[in-house]
């Protein structure tokens, strides 16, 4: 996790933040890669993918995403294992398998649709390329509504991809408001701005309790707390003992009461 990214939360000395560790600059495009993307022109690029995990989705679904992306003036890269969609429009290439942080990295990448795993989130945050997002499972929800509460992504679910032409006009939003590019460039900007890498910094660490023989002065006290002071188990019996005395207390002074009561009107009949 990054705190670009992650809402700020206190922790240990022994914890060490490593977000965006795999991302990188962008290498030179496959040849076949590179003219589609060129032949886009000044409308640039729209990549799509729903990560390794979904290779495709129902068929109505499909459809209704590829008749959206013919209705745009940029060319759409789609990664896409299914049947070809019968609404596919001469613009979208549909492929096996995309070098997608090569992808989002290219100066033509206008929008990157996808599930909102934590690569690819961290990869378009790294290259500063808005988001449209479909969560599907896991964390990828959450991933997204991150991304929507910092305006650097739009959100929707895959049950109103087909509804109303959501996923068109999601898309569109995105592309022609500025300030959806401008703040995941800002995010992008602030990520990058660190005295070394992400992977470097880990690198350092593990080598550097390696160095240490696990670096103890690190570790948090409760590594030497017993079992029942670390579960508080201690602290949940005095307050339980307490609890029971004071309830003991006022049931023996009610029956104390009670019993008082009691014979002062015996005596009196």
Same mark, same amino acid.
Request: proline fraction near 4%.
């Given at each position: 996790m990054d705190f670009v990214f992650e809402f700020p939360r206190p922790t240990m000395p022994n914890v060490?933040?490593?977000?965006?560790?795999?991302?990188?600059?962008?290498?030179?495009?496959?040849?076949?890669?590179?003219? /589609?993307?060129? $032949? $886009?022109?000044?409308?640039?690029? #729209?990549?799509?993918?729903?990560?390794? /995990?979904?290779s495709e989705l129902p068929a109505d679904v499909t459809n209704v995403i590829a008749a959206a992306f013919a209705k745009l003036p940029q060319k759409v890269i789609w990664r896409h294992k299914g049947d070809r969609p019968a609404t596919l429009g001469n613009n979208t290439l549909i492929v096996d398998w995309i070098p997608q942080n090569d992808l989002l990295g290219h100066p033509k990448m206008?929008?990157?649709? &996808?599930?909102?795993?934590?690569?690819?989130v961290q990869e378009a945050m790294y290259h500063g390329v808005p988001v449209?997002?479909?969560?599907?499972? /896991?964390?990828?929800?959450?991933?997204l509504l991150r991304l929507k509460e910092r305006?650097? &992504?739009?959100?929707?679910? #895959?049950?109103?991809?087909?509804?109303d032409n959501n996923f068109l006009e999601a898309i569109q939003e995105v592309l022609n408001e500025p300030?959806? !590019?401008?703040?995941?460039? !800002?995010? +992008? !900007?602030?990520h990058r701005d660190q005295p070394i890498t992400p992977l470097e910094n880990a690198i /350092?660490? #593990?080598?550097?309790?390696?160095?240490?023989?696990?670096a103890a002065h690190l570790k &948090?006290?409760?590594?030497?707390?017993?079992?029942? +002071?670390?579960?508080?188990?201690?602290?949940?019996?005095f307050l339980a003992g307490a609890v029971l005395l004071v309830l003991s207390t006022i049931f023996i002074f009610i029956w104390c009461l009670y019993t008082t009561v009691c014979k002062h009107k015996v005596k009196r009949d």
């Open positions: 060490v933040y490593m977000g965006g560790f795999q991302c990188k600059p962008a290498k030179p495009l496959p040849e076949h890669l590179e003219e /589609f993307v060129q $032949s $886009s022109g000044e409308h640039g690029v #729209i990549l799509m993918s729903l990560g390794t /995990f979904v206008k929008l990157f649709v &996808a599930h909102g795993g934590t690569n690819g449209v997002g479909l969560p599907l499972f /896991f964390d990828q929800f959450d991933n305006g650097a &992504a739009t959100l929707l679910t #895959i049950n109103t991809v087909d509804k300030s959806y !590019r401008m703040n995941m460039q !800002r995010l +992008s !900007r602030l /350092f660490w #593990i080598e550097f309790v390696m160095r240490h023989k696990g &948090a006290e409760s590594y030497r707390m017993p079992w029942y +002071s670390y579960h508080s188990v201690d602290v949940v019996l």
